[in-house]
């Protein structure tokens, strides 16, 4: 190993060895705190999927650092259990008896609007029995916006609650046209060749056809979703994980349509000073490996906690990364691959093609990935988290986004913040071969200028000054006050 080789990797240990310390000094701190003070207390209600519980825990982690005690509520057990250790959190958990949908085949908006009124009861209960045990030491309840049900709940405990999203601000701005829409009205319009393609007013580059209602389930019932999530009914704020930097125009135009304050304090992994544990099990040999690989030469790939993909699909991502001649990290989860445990669809062949440029683990420590020097790119289906972690890293992009959400996130990627390409389509070998070697060439050197000057930006933004380290600091101020006056 030469000499910059053999630095890099002390400083990747370090920096390990680092961060280590620094969560004990502060584990130190909040025990010191937690002796000395009588705090207010958080209740969190996080919708119980990957990609919404961690932002909910990174913003818990972030409130108790400025003095607060946080309870978790789970309609899932074991869903946050390792944040509950790490962060001393208390947790209650509702009984697994009212989630009796979740087993069932549903579109997520269905879903969704059926386990909000399956766990209604349940919430409440669990909520009153909290004001029983903690009295008037509860500051407010943070509960995530598709959790909607709560705010009926803590209407009728008469108690002081905010919303949380874990999406983009132009989705929650999304939400509020759509809500508006009839939706056999829209599905006849859209037939218009020219609709489609029509700038949505106020809302440029966003037209039509970019609006987030593709793979939610029948149109009328999703529009119903969208519907609940504006109700804002008795919340007296929006906390939202994202970053003014990145969306200033579409956060006045959601806080003209919300007309209740808006916190962006995002990016909350940054925030939070920890990215806190994983909800699933991470395999860390991958960082030696990555240890092994040139400066900016390696593509990661991970597609999310949720979406499956047909054996077609992987096998020529496989034979189109091997043929860009780039080394690559692929996160495989087991049940990705639809009708297999995991990667024993795969032909040997292909196996061992990956084996010889590539290395597949079942999940990765994302952020560590991203921030490691030899990642030169990230191909990913472009949720929020994912696209706020890589900004924060200033890694450049390959969007393979499968629904509506990540589409509109993609098209924010490409068009706007202009940080990364989208492959579009039906997934084929030299489609993804030209993708890698696009991001690796020339024009990727432009992406990845631009993704490194967000990164400061992002970094800044969480900074003494910075306008999510103000949101926050006036969202804080705002609880203290309100438990002030409740006490009153």
């Known amino acids: 190993m030469n000499i910059i080789g053999m630095f890099e990797k002390q400083n990747i240990w370090r920096s390990s060895a680092e961060r280590e310390r620094e969560r004990e000094r502060e584990r130190g701190r909040e025990r010191e705190m937690e002796r000395s003070v009588k705090k207010g207390r958080i209740v969190l209600v996080p919708l119980p999927l990957h990609g919404h519980i961690t932002p909910m825990m990174q913003l818990g982690r972030a409130l108790s650092l400025k003095g607060f005690l946080i309870t978790v509520v789970q309609v899932e057990s074991n869903q946050v259990s390792s944040w509950q250790h790490f962060f001393s959190f208390q947790l209650v958990t509702i009984p697994e008896s009212v989630s009796v949908f979740q087993g069932e085949a549903l579109e997520p908006a269905e879903y969704i609007i059926r386990f909000n009124k399956t766990n209604e009861a349940g919430l409440k209960d669990s909520i009153s029995q909290l004001l029983i045990q903690q009295g008037n030491d509860i500051a407010c309840i943070i509960y995530d916006e598709f959790m909607y049900v709560c705010g009926a709940a803590v209407k009728e405990l008469k108690l002081l609650s905010l919303i949380f999203s874990t999406q983009t601000a132009i989705h929650k701005v999304c939400c509020y046209v759509l809500s508006k829409i009839d939706?056999?009205?829209?599905?006849?319009?859209?037939?218009?060749?020219?609709?489609?393609?029509?700038?949505?007013e106020d809302l440029h580059p966003l037209t039509y056809k970019d609006l987030p209602t593709s793979g939610f389930g029948p149109l009328e019932r999703y529009l119903e979703l969208t519907r609940e999530v504006v109700n804002n009914r008795t919340a007296s704020a929006v906390i939202i994980n994202t970053v003014t930097c990145l969306e200033s125009s579409s956060l006045t135009r959601l806080q003209q349509e919300i007309r209740i304050p808006v916190y962006p304090l995002g990016p909350l992994y940054i925030r939070a000073s920890s990215a806190?544990?994983?909800?699933?099990?991470?395999?860390?040999?991958?960082?030696?490996?990555?240890?092994?690989?040139?400066?900016?030469?390696?593509?990661?790939?991970?597609?999310?906690?949720?979406?499956?993909?047909?054996?077609?699909?992987?096998?020529?991502?496989?034979?189109?990364?091997?043929?860009?001649?780039?080394?690559?990290?692929?996160v495989i989860r087991p049940g990705s691959i639809a009708g297999f445990e995991w990667i024993e669809s795969l032909p040997k062949e292909v196996i061992k093609m990956v084996s010889e440029r590539g290395y597949i683990v079942k999940w990765a420590p994302q952020i560590e990935v991203l921030g490691h020097p030899a990642v030169g790119g990230f191909w990913s289906h472009c949720g929020w988290n994912s696209i706020l972690e890589s900004t924060g890293e200033g890694v450049p992009m390959i969007c393979r986004p499968f629904q509506g959400e990540q589409k509109l996130n993609a098209m924010y990627v490409e068009s706007v913040w202009r940080i990364g390409i989208q492959v579009g389509g039906e997934v084929e070998r030299g489609s993804v071969e030209r993708a890698v070697k696009r991001l690796m060439d020339e024009e990727g050197a432009d992406m990845r200028e631009r993704a490194l000057e967000l990164k400061e930006k992002l970094k800044s933004s969480v900074r003494s000054g910075g306008s999510s380290y103000n949101a926050f600091g006036e969202?804080?101020?705002?609880?203290?006050q309100s438990e002030k006056d409740a006490k009153h």
């Open 276 to 330: 806190g544990p994983s909800l699933k099990e991470e395999d860390r040999s991958c960082m030696e490996w990555l240890n092994k690989q040139k400066t900016r030469s390696v593509i990661y790939i991970s597609l999310g906690s949720l979406f499956q993909m047909e054996t077609k699909e992987v096998l020529e991502m496989a034979w189109g990364l091997s043929s860009s001649n780039q080394p690559f990290l692929w």
């Open 475 to 480: 969202l804080v101020e705002y609880l203290k």
């Open 183 to 200: 939706a056999k009205k829209f599905l006849i319009d859209m037939k218009d060749p020219e609709l489609p393609n029509k700038v949505v």
